[in-house]
Structure formats: structure tokens, C-alpha cells
């Protein structure tokens, strides 16, 4: 009855795990009003190292009495053009005008058609279009306009700001083509003004100094017209030129007083998308949201800021800097990594046809040892690589001249040394060894990033960018994919280790706070991946003893992934809309009519992905090598799973997790090809150094020294040929197949003893 039950058992504590780290998230205090007027100042292009004390007196002194981050400008266009920015502005969602896509890498500047009929106020022609176009062309549902419709009156000055003050049908409330000699009247009529004061652009840092400070000049005239108890933004609201770039955020209000610029959408201190800037003026103007909901979540300021203000402007401009380096360097580091792990996989057929050591006198030559060495060795470093590129994210390689060189050097230092330390430890020639070290090292990497805060994944290499306003803070998708290959392998390693009615509880230990480091939204963030890591816990849980993956545990797995799924779903809905994570969104969005756009981006998404993603090599790949060669007779992948069903479960949970967390989470098949960067190199050296002791036999009982030594062979437990089953067989297969819970083996060596051979071996015939 205990052993029928175990697996429910098991299910129920994988999914209370689970929904407890989705559900404990932390709740915002209610909005209030905290200005009468607010102020919206846009200026194209600019960024904070545009931001210097003598050139920009008036920028300067409002960053330091006031709130700063990093902005990401992201529409529906790439790059953001000036125009694009001025819609997204007002829309509170990625929006883009038809046809402002730039030319050879450079944005055309704002030219719209304005209409002035009466005097006070303006009509854009074009803007009902534009709505069109946006609501049925882009995938995002954005409603133009959508700020203005939400207050009384609005003001514009510029055409970008006409631009962005637009409602829906074309109409300007107030307008004017460029700032008054008195500007404090217009300021002062309407409750939200949006300024238009031009653009930084350009290359050359004379021309762009002289830019800026231009602008400030012309800031300095809106903030002595500004109306009392008002909140003023500058915001750097588009790019100018490709590539993307990230840029200045400054709020200076009441209660905005030096601090950091935040946001639900990106999670992350100092950091804040273009698309918070609408819900955050209307939430300091006490006005309710538009009916259907801006993408973007109202903007808070927290402590936390270097008193020092140069101190506290180098963050932001050290990570632009660090995001555009990042740009140039990840397609070129995933595509290398791509064309080592195939020509690996192609390297290693041969030895696996080879590997197979005979017993009698006749048969293949088998390959030298020193290859096979330096072939493991090169498979321990490809299975390192991703996790040695997010450790060469401490060091700042992207202010040296070279960013590419610096960020290669570094890695291939660390890749050494992490390869060294796998080599050199203890086991490292048992059949287990390289991969549980290699496991532990890489779940110790990516587990201590997420849990500090996961600094070395923004705008890192193997992490996410905040350019591209996917994600912010947690877990991103290559990390996601090595860490659920890497924390079940661990558990799978660790639970081989301990006798066999306790390897679903060490598989659901380690695997559940592994769910907790994913899901929390404290740490990884990221409740689809939770979900997915769930299943594969369950299935990893299940069949980890032995025996097959039946319907009835494939039903428990699945029946886990639902549950979690549907507690955090009934949790999220229970949230205040501006609350709730992507899941309650998606179901709130079910319940109004309008879930087919999320299905659409998603389907969008995946596909770009799919196509452009040089983990869809590696995941394709990993399959190949693994379906025609690893499980194949002579791959020796069966004979692993046989002799170590722990392994087998861990391979098996993790295929699951990552191939529900790439379908679920839009990111098509770059969750399996990290996961498979990891997984399938070490799954190749295992195969390896089975097939090597495939020949071993256990000494009979009379030829056996009188200590029960084996002079150095594989250490049995009194059975001979086939090894002992520990009561029944393994895996599945029949009794002989192999041994089990650390017994001596006819087909590989003992989990935890030396990997040498044995000094007697049955001869043929």
C-alpha cells in the first residue's frame, strides 16, 4: 500500500511546493494621487551619457532632486523611431505608425500632417488609420490615444507630442508647434502636458553635446512654467539610429525625490519600459485606467540610490553600454556553441561504435586511450560553456576597446578552469562522475545568480536584454533550460547514490526547491517554467526506482502540472488586475474576449524564434545524435538507463520540463537546446564509459581473494555475471540486464567505485 501510494504522496508535495512559491508574491499598497499636473517631456535619442554636469545644468539638477532609470524604449517597431516612440507614449502599449520604418539603419525624423482649424487645438488626419492599423494588423490590441481618452483636457507642443496627445479620432486638445515665450499659461490648462523638445542624435560626440544641451535649455523654460504640485517625466522616448539603445528616465515630483525609477513590467530596480510612462501619469493624477488595460504598470520610486549622483548616472550608462556590447556578441557566441556541439556529436560516433570493449581475443581495435580522454574532456567543456559565459558576466568585459575579445578570453579562462575542476575531482573516473560534477557546478552557477538577484543574466550574454523588453529580472530562457537540465541531473545523480525505495523523495527534494527557485517570484520569476519544471519533476519522481513510464504515472505527471497550474491561476485571478502575473492576465483576457491576441504573439513569437535561433540547432541536433546513436544497441544509452535508472528518470523529467516550458512560454525550442547543451554532451561521456567496462565481469566465488577484495575490478555484492537486482530487476528490463543500487556490474561499473577494469575477463569460446 506505501509503494501505491508514494507516487500521490509525492505528486501532493511537488504541487504545494509549487503553488506556494507562485502564490507568495508581494502586494503593491493601493495608488493614490500625488500631483495635479503632470508634465510628459520627450527628447529622441537620448541617453545618459549624454547627461554631464556642465553641458546639462538643468538635467543634471533634476536627476539629482528626483528619480532616474534606465528606459527601454520597445514598440512594435525595431529600432523604435522617433515616431513609434511619440504613439507607444500615449498609447501605453506597443504601437507603431505605418510605414516609419528607417532607412540603412537610420530613423526618419517626426512628420506628420497637423491640422490647426480653430487656433487652440489640432486634428491629425492620419490618426484614424494609424488606430486601424493597430488594432487589427498588430497583435497587441493598442489603442492610440489611449492617455488622452483617459483625462479631461491634454496639451502637445511638437509634433511628436501632437503624436502622442492624439485621441483616437485625430483630435488635439491644445497645440502648439514649439514652446511659447510664456509657456506657464498653456502648461497650466490642461491637467497632462506632453513636450516635444526635439532630438540627440548622431554619432559624433560634439554634435550630440550640442544637442543636449539645447534641450536642457529648453527644459529649464518648462520647469519654471510648471504648474504647482505637478510631476515632470523626461523620458528618451525613441532610438534614433539602429542599433537600440537604452535610455534617460527622470521623474521629479512630490515623492519622487531621489530615488530609483521602477515598475511591475520589469521587475527590476532602476529599469522601466516606455509603455509604464501613461499608467504611471494617470495614477499620479487619481484617474482609473482606460477599459482596456495598458500593457505597461505605473512606475514607483524606491531608495536604494548611490547618494554620490555621478556614482548614480554610471549605473544606468554602464548598462547601455553593456547591452549594446551584448548585442554583438550573444548571436555570435550561440552560433560557435552550435558548431562545436555538432562537430562534438560527430566526433564521438565513432568512439561509440568503438567504445564497446570485447571479452575474447578477436574484435574491433578499440581507440586509443588518449583520445577517448581528450574527447571526454572536450565534452565536459561544450556542457560547460553556457554556464562559464553567465560567470564571465563579474567582470566588466564590455568597457574594454575590444568588447567581443575581452568577453572571449574571459570565458575561455573560466571554461579552462571550471573543465580543470571537474577533471580533477574526486570520481571523476567513475561512470557518474563528470556528469553529477559537471551538474552540481552548472546548478550551483545559475542557482546562486537567481537567488542574488540574477545581475549576471540582465544584458548578459547567456541572459536576456533589456533592449529587447521581453524580460527584466529572474530566470530568462537559456537559463531556464540549463538550469532544469542541470538540477535534475543532480537529482538524479545524488538519488542513484542512496538505496532505491528513497529516490523519488531525494528527486522531489532537490527538484521541488528547484521549482521554488524557478517560480518564486522573489527569485527566477517565471511561473511557466515553474509549471513545466513541475511535470518533469513528477515524471523524473516516478520512474526514477525503475520500471517504464506507464499511463498511470504519465497521469500523475500530468495531473501535477495541471494542479500547480490551476492553483496558481485561481491565486493570480484573485489579484487586483495590476497585480496579476502573465497567467491571470492570459485568463482575464479569456474571460474578455481578447485572449486571442496573446495566442497570436505568442504563435508570432515562437516562430521568429524557431527560425532565427541558433538553439534550435543544438536542440535539433541533441535529438539526432540521441535517436540514432545513444539508443541505438551499440550507443550505450540503454545500457545507462539499465544500470542507472536514477539517470534515465532525470534525462526523461528533464525532455519533459523543457519542451512544456518552450511551448508554453513562446520560446519554441531554445528552452530544449539549452537544456540540450547540458544534457546531451554528458549523456554521450556516460554512454562512453559504460560501453568501456560493457566487458566487466565479477569473479566467482572460489576465485576470489580471501579479504572479498577483487584486486581492483568492479566491486560486487556476491552475484556474478549479471549482478545484483536488489530484488528485482531495473529499468524495466528483464532480470541480468544489469545491476542495481550500487551492485558490481556486468555491463558498467558501481556508482560510486573507481572506474578501473577487472584483471580476469571470461574469454570467448
Known amino acids: 500500500m506505501l509503494r501505491r501510494i508514494t507516487p500521490i504522496l509525492l505528486t501532493l508535495v511537488v504541487v504545494a511546493l509549487a503553488v506556494t512559491a507562485l502564490a507568495a508574491r508581494p502586494q503593491s499598497p493601493p495608488a493614490r494621487q500625488s500631483a495635479d499636473y503632470v508634465v510628459l517631456v520627450g527628447v529622441a535619442g537620448l541617453r545618459w551619457d549624454d547627461v554631464d554636469a556642465q553641458r546639462t545644468p538643468t538635467l543634471w539638477r533634476l536627476a539629482r532632486e528626483g528619480s532616474i532609470g534606465s528606459l527601454s524604449v520597445r514598440s512594435a517597431h525595431r529600432p523604435t523611431c522617433p515616431v513609434d516612440g511619440w504613439l507607444t507614449l500615449g498609447a501605453g502599449s506597443f504601437a507603431a505608425w505605418p510605414g516609419s520604418r528607417g532607412v540603412d539603419g537610420q530613423c526618419p525624423p517626426v512628420d506628420v500632417t497637423l491640422e490647426q482649424p480653430d487656433g487652440i487645438g489640432a486634428n491629425l488626419p492620419e490618426q484614424e488609420s ?113 542599433p537600440s539603445r537604452l535610455h534617460v528616465a527622470v521623474a521629479h515630483g512630490p515623492g519622487w525625490e531621489e530615488g530609483w525609477l521602477t515598475s511591475p513590467s520589469t521587475g527590476r530596480r532602476g529599469y522601466l519600459q516606455l509603455i509604464d510612462l501613461a499608467p504611471t501619469a494617470l495614477v499620479a493624477l487619481g484617474r482609473p485606467m482606460p477599459d482596456r488595460a495598458f500593457l505597461g504598470r505605473p512606475t514607483e520610486s524606491v531608495g536604494g540610490r548611490p547618494a554620490d549622483l555621478s556614482a548614480a548616472i554610471a549605473e544606468p550608462a554602464d548598462a547601455d553600454r553593456e547591452a549594446a556590447a551584448q548585442r554583438e556578441v550573444a548571436g555570435g557566441f550561440f552560433v560557435l556553441l552550435a558548431v562545436v556541439q555538432v562537430a562534438l556529436a560527430v566526433a564521438v560516433l565513432p568512439l561509440l561504435r568503438r567504445a564497446r570493449r570485447h571479452a575474447g581475443p578477436y574484435g574491433p581495435k578499440p581507440v586509443p586511450r588518449p583520445m577517448v580522454a581528450t574527447v571526454e574532456v572536450l565534452l565536459i567543456a561544450a556542457a560547460l560553456a553556457i554556464p562559464a559565459a553567465l560567470l564571465a558576466e563579474a567582470a566588466p568585459w564590455w568597457r574594454f576597446a575590444h568588447p567581443a575579445a575581452s568577453f572571449a578570453g574571459l570565458t575561455a579562462v573560466l571554461l579552462a578552469a571550471t573543465t580543470l575542476l571537474v577533471r580533477l575531482a574526486p570520481g571523476y573516473r567513475t561512470t557518474l562522475g563528470p556528469l553529477g560534477a559537471v551538474a552540481g557546478l552548472t546548478t550551483l552557477a545559475v542557482g546562486l545568480d537567481v537567488v542574488t538577484g540574477a545581475r549576471l543574466q540582465l544584458n548578459g550574454v547567456v541572459g536576456y536584454s533589456a533592449l529587447e523588453g521581453g524580460r527584466y529580472a529572474g530566470l530568462g530562457t537559456v537559463g531556464l533550460g540549463v538550469f532544469v537540465a542541470a538540477a535534475l541531473l543532480t537529482a538524479g545523480w545524488l538519488a542513484q547514490r542512496v538505496r532505491r525505495g528513497w529516490r523519488p523523495i531525494v528527486m522531489v527534494v532537490v527538484g521541488g526547491a528547484a521549482v521554488v527557485v524557478v517560480g518564486s517570484p522573489y527569485l527566477g520569476a517565471d511561473s511557466i517554467g515553474a509549471i513545466a519544471l513541475t511535470a518533469g519533476v513528477s515524471v523524473a519522481a516516478a520512474i526514477s526506482a525503475g520500471g517504464w513510464l506507464t499511463l498511470t504515472r504519465l497521469a500523475w505527471a500530468t495531473m501535477a ?26 485568463l482575464a483576457a479569456l474571460g474578455d474576449g481578447t485572449a486571442g491576441l496573446t495566442v497570436q504573439r505568442s504563435g508570432a513569437a515562437s516562430f521568429e524564434t524557431l527560425v532565427n535561433s541558433p538553439l534550435t540547432v543544438l536542440a535539433l541536433a ?144
Do not use: K
Open 130 to 242: 494609424v488606430a486601424l492599423h493597430n488594432q487589427e494588423r498588430l497583435p497587441w490590441g493598442t489603442v492610440p490615444g489611449a492617455l488622452s481618452e483617459s483625462v479631461r483636457c491634454s496639451v502637445a507642443v511638437g509634433p511628436g507630442a501632437a503624436v502622442a496627445a492624439a485621441r483616437p479620432f485625430g483630435r488635439v486638445d491644445r497645440y502648439a508647434p514649439t514652446l511659447p515665450a510664456e509657456p506657464a499659461g498653456l502648461l497650466g490648462s490642461c491637467v497632462l502636458s506632453i513636450v516635444d523638445l526635439g532630438a540627440v542624435e548622431g554619432a559624433d560626440p560634439a554634435v550630440r553635446a550640442a544637442a543636449a544641451a539645447a534641450v536642457d535649455a529648453q527644459l529649464a523654460r518648462v520647469l519654471d512654467a510648471r504648474p504647482p504640485r505637478s510631476l515632470v517625466i523626461v523620458a528618451g522616448v525613441s532610438d534614433t539610429e539602429r
Open 622 to 765: 541533441g535529438a539526432l545524435l540521441v535517436w540514432f546513436a545513444l539508443l541505438q544497441p551499440w550507443g550505450g544509452l540503454m545500457r545507462l538507463f539499465g544500470i542507472y535508472p536514477a539517470i534515465r528518470a532525470a534525462m526523461t523529467g528533464t525532455a519533459v520540463a523543457a519542451v512544456i516550458g518552450g511551448l508554453l512560454g513562446a520560446a519554441a525550442l531554445d528552452v530544449v537546446g539549452a537544456a540540450a547543451a547540458v544534457v546531451v554532451p554528458m549523456a554521450a561521456l556516460s554512454a562512453l564509459r559504460v560501453l568501456d567496462h560493457s566487458a566487466d565481469r565479477t569473479r566467482p566465488a572460489a576465485d576470489r581473494p580471501a579479504d572479498g577484495s577483487t584486486d581492483g575490478g568492479p566491486t560486487g555484492s556476491g552475484s556474478t555475471g549479471s549482478g545484483p537486482t536488489d530484488g528485482g530487476p531495473i529499468g524495466g528490463g528483464p532480470t541480468g540486464s544489469g545491476p542495481t543500487d550500487g551492485g558490481s556490474t556486468a555491463g558498467g561499473p558501481t556508482d560510486g567505485g573507481p572506474d578501473t577494469r577487472s584483471s580476469a575477463e571470461v574469454a570467448s569460446g
Open 561 to 586: 502540472g495541471l494542479a500547480v497550474t490551476v492553483g496558481f491561476a485561481v491565486v493570480d485571478l484573485g489579484r487586483a488586475p495590476a497585480e496579476r502575473g502573465s497567467l491571470g492576465r492570459f
